[in-house]
């Protein structure tokens, strides 16, 4: 499985980005996928997963009602929709992916990561 993460940027604080995730793999729906961020100086932590059809979704408390995860199986991409932006969301996100339906961890497939900066 190779992962490909684009759409980071420059952004002032409440503005928003969509980051795209593209897999390279047969059978895509196979696949929990997950966003994770590290930001500078801290550990990598999770920020949203989506089953393997969409239905089920899970944020960190620090993105709810901030930060939206969708996939499209048809087009092998995950999306994570960002709004209303802070600085703290500064960090380099990274997509995941695992086989099976649903996961907060465990995930061993990584994308290259999108850096993402939040201005004050």
């Known amino acids: 499985v190779q992962l490909q993460a684009y759409g980071g940027g420059l952004v002032q604080t409440g503005g928003s980005l969509r980051l795209s995730c593209a897999a390279s793999?047969?059978?895509?729906?196979?696949?929990?996928m997950g966003w994770f961020r590290q930001g500078p100086g801290k550990e990598r932590e999770l920020v949203a997963a989506?089953?393997?059809?969409?239905?089920?979704?899970d944020y960190a408390a620090f993105v709810r009602g901030r930060f939206t995860i969708s996939r499209d199986n048809a087009k092998n991409t995950v999306y994570l929709q960002m709004n209303s932006l802070k600085p703290e969301d500064t960090a380099v996100y990274y997509c995941a992916a695992r086989p099976g339906d649903y996961a907060l961890k465990g995930y061993g497939y990584w994308g290259q990561g999108t850096q993402v900066t939040v201005s004050s």
């Open positions: 989506i089953s393997w059809n969409g239905l089920r979704t």
């Open positions: 793999v047969r059978t895509f729906s196979s696949y929990a």
